[in-house]
Nanobody, 121 residues
Framework: VQLQAFGGGLMQAGGSLKLSCAAA????????MGWYRQAPGKQRELVAN????????NYADSVKGRFTISRDNAKNTVYLEMNNLKPEDTAAYYC???????????????WGQGTQVTVSS
């Protein structure tokens, strides 16, 4: 299983970016997909995630009202639309999927490569 993320870049404060991440490979079922971020010298933190079956979304307080997570189940793809970006949003963003490769197998976490988001003031 591989997760491939796209969409990072450099943006001015107040601008918008959209990240996407597609999961590919032997996938039986995906429980949840989401985005984490890690700034230099800081711990990795949850930005947002979406639980597939119940369409439940969770957001970090710092991004509520600005970021929107969505998912295309048919494409095993998760998106993160980021609006009104702030310099403190600067970080490497990592895609995460909690999935199982076969029926009755345990669900495991998989990670994509980081994509850098840099917001200038």
């Amino acid at each position: 299983v591989q997760l491939q993320a796209f969409g990072g870049g450099l943006m001015q404060a107040g601008g918008s970016l959209k990240l996407s991440c597609a999961a590919a490979g032997s996938i039986n079922s995906i429980n949840a997909m989401g985005w984490y971020r890690q700034a230099p010298g800081k711990q990795r933190e949850l930005v947002a995630n979406i639980i597939s079956s119940r369409r439940i979304t969770n957001y970090a307080d710092s991004v509520k009202g600005r970021f929107t997570i969505s998912r295309d189940n048919a494409k095993n793809t998760v998106y993160l639309e980021m609006n009104n970006l702030k310099p403190e949003d600067t970080a490497a963003y990592y895609c995460n999927a909690n999935l199982r490769e076969r029926l009755f197998a345990a669900y495991k976490d998989y990670w994509g490569q980081g994509t850098q988001v840099t917001v200038s003031s």
